[in-house]
């Protein structure tokens, strides 16, 4: 094969094309200010968004070496995908060896830029603790991948854990448990709501040997755990709320609730648009909705 060909094989390995889910640092930048308005005064702006935007890239560096780790662990498995089945590493297209060096080259810049570029130690426990939920996700012995009903809660613990590299680029503080909550029971759901696409998409031997975990889980209790997450979500989103003075917020539940929906309804319509949620925003209602949300949390904010 001609090295650029495999070149472009590792690269697509790599899955860059997701990189949309390390801009989940900005709810926890914002949530910063807005929790701490009083910190506005007298911060150098340019200087923090030269540290957002390194932060976005150390965030992107690290949740690529986790889909390395995910491409060697799952080699096997992704065999039996409809889609995945093609990667590059299932065909034996690329090697192993050169996958594992790159991840080694995107922890060490990643750790030590991060130590070097930032007083905050807890934004580099940040990034380790997100590295170390892909490697629990992904690897033996412990591979929660594999466990039923533990496996979407570690993988949605990326949700909370990209908000906190967010909000720690400004100071060694932690936001509200019940933000942090609510922000894992969100990503659970998402999650959740891929696995329900999964069952119902995928045949039985399909799904049973790309994700063991699928074969312990049924189609209903997939959905009520779903709802189960939404739940926990909006309960602790409007703890949240009525702890941090922001009962304006409250108002958008409703809101919230539909866009919940239309993901949960998604997820039994479309496997695609359930295993890859950012995709949806390519959809022009899901993106002109995600904006109309955006605008009823500014005007809740202004209203306060």
């Known amino acids: 094969m ?5 070149s472009r094989l590792y690269f697509d390995s790599l899955r860059l094309e997701r990189w949309p889910r390390s801009l989940a640092i900005l709810p926890g930048f914002v949530a910063f200010f ?12 340019f200087s923090l968004i030269l540290k957002l935007i390194l932060a976005f890239f150390l965030t992107l560096f690290i949740s690529t070496a986790n889909y390395i780790v995910n491409e060697i662990a799952d080699a096997r498995s992704d065999a039996y995908h409809p889609s ?3 990667r590059p590493l299932v065909k034996e297209e690329i090697s192993r060896k050169v996958l594992i060096s790159l991840w080694c080259i995107l922890v060490v810049v990643s750790i030590l830029t991060a130590l070097l570029f930032y007083e905050n130690i807890y934004f580099v426990i940040d990034l380790a603790a997100l590295l170390a939920a892909g490697i629990l996700y992904n690897v033996p012995p412990i591979r ?3 466990i039923p009903f533990l496996d979407s809660t570690l993988e949605s613990a990326n949700n909370p854990i990209r908000f906190l590299i967010g909000w720690h680029i400004i100071a060694p503080v932690f936001p509200p448990v019940s933000l942090i909550i609510s922000w894992w029971a969100f990503g659970n759901f998402l999650m959740v709501g891929k696995r329900v696409a999964e069952k119902k998409f995928l045949s039985a031997e399909e799904s049973s040997g790309y994700r063991k975990s699928l074969k312990k889980y049924s189609l209903k209790n997939l959905v009520v755990f779903m709802v ?3 739940v926990v979500f909006i309960g602790t989103f409007a ?9 304006s917020f409250l108002f958008a539940i409703p809101f919230i609730l539909f866009y919940l929906g239309m993901f949960m309804k998604k997820s039994v319509q ?9 995709k949806l925003l ?12 955006v605008l009823i949390f500014a005007l809740a904010y202004i209203f306060k």
């Not at 695609?272 to 949620?277: D, I, L, M, R, S």
Request: charged share 30%; no cysteine.
């Open 2 to 6: 001609p090295e650029k060909n495999k």
């Open 34 to 45: 807005v929790l701490n308005p009083g910190l506005m005064k007298g911060i150098d702006v």
């Open 84 to 86: 995945k089945k093609n």
């Open 144 to 146: 929660v991948k594999d």
């Open 228 to 230: 189960v997450n939404a």
């Open 239 to 247: 703890l949240f709320a009525l702890e941090s003075g922001l009962h």
């Open 270 to 278: 479309d496997i695609e648009g359930a295993e890859e949620p950012e």
């Open 282 to 293: 390519k959809n022009p209602y899901f993106a002109l909705y995600t904006l109309f949300l």
